[in-house]
């Protein structure tokens, strides 16, 4: 079997790399059903992820773990950020600081605002109260997809979440993805449909190990 050209990698993300990994979240996200339901012209869609993506790690909140796996380049090629126990929901100064990116991501379709803010506090709603490690982002290039990216990402931070004894949350847009999120101990917990013809999203939950 031939080595992975692909590792993973903690460093503290620069402003260039930041970008990165935006640009690669946004090319992960561009046909998900989610996104195309809030920004449906392709175009609009595409400048409006990566800025909604780098609003997002930018914005993490102090105690976020931004995780990514490179190539034999050094390029981007997965992204992952985490919040552990305590960091969800967001300090308000995080959620303050969010507030202009996500503007300028949504500000060229106000119907999308407000659906996006209906979704928020739907998902805000079902968030687990107990102790959990947050899956907060997981997306692999599409180029680099169905090649273990997600699996190193995710297999460099569960045994943490271990061995601290807690649960693990995420949420999915799509349908297809509880079977992989399956493979590594999440399971189903809700569906939630807060918008009327809008796409479903999927909670799952890991429970402590």
């Known amino acids: 079997m031939s080595e992975s050209p692909y590792r993973i990698d903690r460093r503290t993300l620069s402003r260039r790399e930041l970008d990165e990994a935006a640009v690669v979240a946004a090319r992960g996200f561009y046909t998900d059903p989610f996104f195309v339901f809030l920004s449906p012209k392709p175009r609009q869609r595409n400048t409006a992820l990566a800025l909604f993506f780098r609003n997002a790690l930018v914005h993490l909140g102090p105690k976020g773990h931004i995780l990514t796996v490179r190539d034999d380049a050094d390029r981007i090629v997965g992204v992952s950020a985490w919040l552990p126990p305590g960091g969800y929901p967001q300090p308000v100064a995080t959620q303050l600081a969010q507030i202009p ?34 899956l907060y982002l997981l997306v692999a290039d599409p180029e680099a997809q169905r090649r273990g ?32 999120y399956r493979r590594f101990g ?4 809700d569906t939630l449909t807060p918008v009327t013809n809008g796409p479903p999203l999927y909670t799952m939950w890991r429970p402590a190990k």
């Not at 503007?103 to 805000?124: E, H, K, Q, S, V």
């Open 101 to 134: 990116g996500s503007f300028r991501t949504l500000a060229r379709r106000p119907r999308a605002m407000i659906d996006g803010n209906t979704y928020l506090t739907a998902i805000a709603k079902a968030h687990p109260k107990e102790a959990h490690w947050y």
């Open 186 to 189: 999440y399971e189903h917990r």
């Open 149 to 180: 990216v997600g699996a190193l990402l995710l297999g460099d931070v569960l045994p943490t979440v271990d061995e601290q004894g807690v649960g693990s949350y995420l949420e999915t847009q799509k349908l297809d993805n509880l079977a992989y």
